[in-house]
């Protein structure tokens, strides 16, 4: 089966810009992931969909950070405006339910660089 | 709320020898799961292994195996005949038992294999 896809893989704005970060998880897959990458760490829960409702938005800085997932299939993350300390890799991943229990299936990753 | 703990930030080690990876965490619960992912370089991130916190026996993945301490609360990653493919990232993982749980993950050890 086709893995989670995300694109692009690089994306370099200047502080102030907007960015968008698209996600197509494994078909079938009720619940889709955003994770946030700062070098040297490991990845933090963004936010969590089941489905195309939100579960989980709670570490999501809401003031210029936004998602969706119209259709419960694909999702889109967006930062507006960009800061220099949203430089990081945004991971998206993706599970058969969201049970704790489940697997959970990482895309490659679109590595952000505010100047 | 959970933490988890991975002390190294690099090891090293020769090619066909043994390799322990430490990681402590910190929680009050009594049911959940424990995990390692690999991320190598340039390239997604995929699941190791899992324990589940009730079971008494260490996980096995072929090379890969766990040595799962529940009182002293850690979580140790043994891989055996290191393989040059095994150089990435290795990160430990929480996720308590139960609906909308998240998880959580330590910073991540960088292993290199030497050939």
């Known amino acids: 089966e086709a893995g989670v896809a995300q694109s692009p893989r690089y994306k370099i704005i200047e502080k102030r810009q907007s960015v968008a970060f698209w996600c197509n998880p494994i078909?079938?897959?009720?619940?889709l992931y955003w994770y946030q990458q700062i070098l040297g760490q490991g990845p933090k829960l963004l936010i969590q969909?089941?489905?195309?409702?939100?579960?989980?938005d709670s570490q999501l800085p809401k003031d210029r950070f936004s998602a969706e997932r119209l259709k419960g299939v694909d999702s889109t993350l967006k930062i507006q405006p960009a800061k220099l300390e949203d430089s990081a890799v945004y991971l998206c991943?993706?599970?058969?339910?969201?049970?704790?229990?489940?697997?959970?299936?990482f895309g490659p990753g679109t590595r952000l660089t505010v100047l | 709320a959970q933490t988890v703990t991975q002390s190294q930030p690099e090891m090293s080690v020769q090619e066909a020898e043994t390799v322990t990876l430490s990681c402590t965490y910190d929680?009050?619960?009594?049911?959940?799961?424990l995990f390692w992912y690999k991320q190598p370089p340039s390239r997604q991130m995929i699941l190791v292994i899992r324990?589940?916190?009730?079971?008494?026996q260490n996980a096995t993945e072929n090379r890969f195996s766990v040595n799962f301490q529940k009182a002293a609360k850690s979580f140790s990653l043994k891989i055996s005949d290191s393989q040059l493919g095994d150089t990435a990232m290795y990160f430990c993982?929480?996720?308590?038992?139960?609906?909308?749980?998240?998880?959580?993950f330590g910073k991540g050890i960088t292993l290199s294999v030497r050939p």
């Open positions: 929680t009050s619960e009594n049911n959940y799961y």
């Open positions: 078909s079938g897959h009720a619940t």
């Open positions: 324990q589940e916190a009730y079971k008494q």
């Open positions: 993982a929480f996720i308590r038992s139960g609906a909308n749980s998240k998880l959580t």
């Open positions: 991943a993706s599970s058969r339910w969201g049970a704790s229990t489940d697997t959970q299936y």
């Open positions: 969909f089941q489905n195309n409702g939100v579960v989980d």
